[in-house]
C-alpha cells in the first residue's frame, strides 16, 4: 500500500472524506468520487442494499474501482448495530438490540455472537461497523439512543461496549464506537437541531466518558464524534463536540491516549452544519483533531467539501502537515484491516454466512434478554384453558437512525397453537384513533385473559389511551414491552410486566414460551422505569427529575 510520502494533497484530502451515494451498483455519481476526488471510504444504507449477493457484488465493484485509481483499498462501512439499526437483515446474522443485551448481560456470549457477525459482514467485503453505542442512556426521554444503548448504568455499558468492539474486531473488520463523548443525556434528536448536555464536569466524568476511557484503554481502533454539546468539556461553548478542539484533541487523543480514528458522525446533520453549512463544519471538524469525516448523502455536498479542504490547506488554514496526520492514521488501521480485497466467487461467500453457531449464540442471547417482572405473583401467565385476545401494534421507525423491520410477525402467530380455548389477535395502528381504541377496549373485556404490545407509546397518545382503556376493564391484561419499558411509566398499576426490547422472531418466540411457562424469564432491567416502583434487579443512581414534571412531558395523566 502506498504510503503518505507518495500521495499528492488531492488523494489525501479523499482519504479523510467517507460518502454516501444512491444506488445499488456503482453510480456515475460514486465512481467520479472515487476515481477523480480519491474518496477513501464508503457508506451502505438500506438505499444501497437489496440482498447479500447485491452487496457482495456491490463491494467488490466499488474496491476495484478505487483500487484502480489510487492503489488504496476502500473502508465499505455500515450502520449494523443491531435491532432496528442494522441495514442488512436478510440472508445474515445480526445482533439484538444493545438494550435487549444488556438485559441478557452475558459479555462472553456477546463477545462470540459479535465476532461471527463481524466475520460474516467481512465476508462481504465490509471492513467497518459503526457499532457499538456506547452512550449511557439516563435520560428516559432521549429520543435517537433509545434501545440502542445497553442500558443506564455506565460499569455494565462499559463492560458490554468493550465486549461487542472485542468480537467486532477480533472477527476482522473495525469497530466505531459511538456517540462520543456520550449523547445518552439528550432530549432532541442531533439529524435536526443542537442537543445540549448541561451536566456538571464531575457528572460528565463519572457517567458519560466512563465507556469511552474504558474502551480507550481496551484497545479501540475507532470513534464516532457526537453532534452533541458538552460545554463543561468545551470551555463553556455549546458547540457540537465534533467541532471542539478540547474535547477531540484535548480529551480523546491526549487525556485518553487514544491513537486510533475518530470518525465524524454525517457532517450533514442539522446539528452540526446549521448556519454554517457542511464545508465549514468540516475545515472546523478537522482543525478540531477528526480524521475521517463522513458526508452521507448530497453529492454537491460532497464536491464542495472536497473543494473546501483543498482551498483550507492552500491558503494555509489547515497546515498539510495535519491532513499527513490523520492520513497516516487511515493508512495504517487500513494495512490491518482491509489491506486484502478478497476475490472471492459469491458461491464461495454464501456459506460464510448465516453459521449455524453465530445464529445459535443470537438466539440464546436474545431468550436471556427476556425480562418478566411480577407485581403479582405469576402474574405473566397465560392458562391455554382460557380464551385469549392479543393485542399487537405496529412496529415502525421510531427514530431517524432506524429502518423499518423487514420481517411482520406478531406475538399471537406463537402463541395461538397453544390456545385450546378461542383466539384472537388484532394489530393495532401504533397510534390508533378514537373509534380502534373504543372497539379494542369494548373486545377486551368479553375475553378471560388479555395481552397488550406496547412500542413506543409515550410518542404515541393513541396507544396510550388505549392501554389505559384496556387496563380500565381487564386491569390483569399483560404488558409486553416491544422497546424501551420506560414506556411502562405511565401505568404503575401493573400487575406485572414483560421486558423484550424489540420484535425479532426468536425474541417472540421466547416471549411465547415463557408466557405459557415453558421458558424461565433470565432477563434483568437495564434501565430503570422512571415511577414505576417495580422494584427490579438494576437500579439507577444518579438523580432523575420528579415524577410529577416527567408523566407531564410524556403526556401521562397520573390518576388514570
Not at 480519491?38 to 474496491?63: C, D, K, M, P, W
Not at 442531533?190 to 448536555?197: A, D, F, K
Not at 472471492?344 to 425480562?371: F, G, M, P, V, Y
Amino acid at each position: 500500500m502506498r504510503t503518505v510520502d507518495q500521495l499528492t494533497l488531492k488523494e489525501k484530502i479523499g482519504q479523510l472524506l467517507m460518502v454516501g451515494f444512491e444506488g445499488v451498483t456503482a453510480t456515475e455519481e460514486i465512481s467520479k468520487l472515487l476515481q477523480e476526488h480519491h474518496a477513501g471510504g464508503v457508506i451502505y444504507f438500506i438505499r444501497n442494499i437489496e440482498s447479500t449477493e447485491q452487496v457482495f457484488a456491490l463491494t467488490q465493484e466499488l474496491q476495484m474501482i478505487a483500487t484502480d485509481a489510487t492503489g488504496i483499498p476502500l473502508w465499505i462501512a455500515v450502520d449494523q448495530e443491531g435491532g432496528m439499526v442494522a441495514r442488512l437483515r436478510e440472508g445474515i446474522s445480526y445482533l439484538p438490540a444493545a438494550m435487549a443485551l444488556g438485559a441478557a448481560h452475558n459479555p462472553e456470549l456477546l463477545y462470540e455472537a459479535a465476532k461471527g457477525v463481524a466475520e460474516e459482514l467481512g465476508a462481504l467485503g465490509i471492513n467497518m461497523n459503526f457499532a457499538p453505542v456506547v452512550d449511557v442512556n439516563i435520560n428516559p426521554r432521549n429520543p435517537i439512543i433509545d434501545v440502542r444503548s445497553f442500558g443506564d448504568d455506565p460499569e455494565q455499558v462499559s463492560e458490554l461496549g468493550i465486549a461487542a468492539m472485542r468480537g467486532f474486531q477480533d472477527g476482522g473488520i473495525v469497530s466505531v464506537i459511538k456517540h462520543f463523548p456520550g449523547h445518552g443525556d439528550t432530549e432532541s434528536d442531533s439529524h435536526w437541531e443542537l442537543p445540549v448536555v448541561n451536566q456538571p464536569l464531575e457528572r460528565i466524568r463519572q457517567v458519560e466518558l466512563v465507556p469511552f476511557r474504558r474502551a480507550a484503554l481496551a484497545g479501540a481502533e475507532a470513534v464516532m464524534s457526537a453532534h452533541v454539546g458538552i460545554p463543561a468539556l468545551s470551555r463553556g461553548e455549546r458547540v457540537p463536540a465534533t467541532l471542539s478542539h478540547p474535547i477531540l484533541t484535548g480529551i480523546l487523543r491526549e487525556e485518553f491516549g487514544f491513537g486510533g480514528l475518530i470518525v465524524t458522525d454525517c457532517m450533514e446533520m442539522e446539528a452540526v452544519s446549521k448556519d454554517i453549512g457542511v464545508p465549514e463544519a468540516v475545515i472546523r471538524a478537522v482543525e478540531a483533531g477528526a480524521d475521517i469525516m463522513l458526508v452521507s448523502h448530497t453529492h454537491e455536498v460532497q464536491l464542495a467539501v472536497i473543494q473546501a479542504l483543498e482551498d483550507a490547506v492552500r491558503s494555509g488554514r489547515i497546515p498539510e502537515a495535519r491532513i499527513d496526520s490523520s492520513v497516516r492514521r487511515i493508512l495504517e488501521l487500513k494495512q490491518k484491516k482491509a489491506g486484502s480485497i478478497e476475490t472471492t466467487s459469491w458461491e464461495d461467500t454464501r456459506i460464510r454466512l448465516e453459521k449455524q453457531q453465530t445464529l445459535d449464540a443470537l438466539k440464546r442471547l436474545r431468550k436471556e434478554s427476556i425480562t418478566v417482572v411480577n407485581h403479582e405473583p405469576d402474574h405473566c401467565k397465560l392458562s391455554p384453558h382460557k380464551s385469549t385476545l392479543v393485542l399487537w401494534p405496529e412496529i415502525t421507525q421510531a427514530s431517524h437512525s432506524e429502518d423499518v423491520l423487514s420481517h411482520h410477525v406478531s406475538l399471537g402467530s406463537y402463541v395461538k397453537p397453544f390456545i385450546q380455548k378461542d383466539f384472537t389477535e388484532h394489530i393495532y395502528k401504533t397510534d390508533p384513533g378514537r373509534e380502534e381504541i373504543t372497539g379494542l377496549a369494548a373486545e377486551a373485556e368479553g375475553y378471560d385473559q388479555v395481552v397488550i404490545g406496547i412500542f413506543h407509546a409515550n410518542y404515541n397518545p393513541g396507544q396510550l389511551e388505549l392501554v389505559n382503556e384496556v387496563l380500565a376493564v381487564r386491569p390483569d391484561a399483560i404488558a409486553v414491552s416491544l422497546r424501551n419499558p420506560v414506556d411502562l411509566a405511565a401505568w404503575p398499576y401493573l400487575k406485572g410486566f414483560v421486558a423484550c426490547y424489540e420484535g425479532h422472531p426468536h425474541t417472540l418466540q421466547a416471549v411465547s414460551e415463557l408466557l405459557l411457562g415453558r421458558l424461565e424469564p433470565a432477563g434483568r432491567l437495564p434501565v430503570t422505569i422512571p415511577y414505576s416502583h417495580s422494584g427490579g434487579e438494576h437500579s439507577n443512581a444518579y438523580e432523575r427529575e420528579s415524577e410529577q414534571e416527567f408523566q407531564a412531558t410524556a403526556g401521562i395523566n397520573p390518576t388514570s
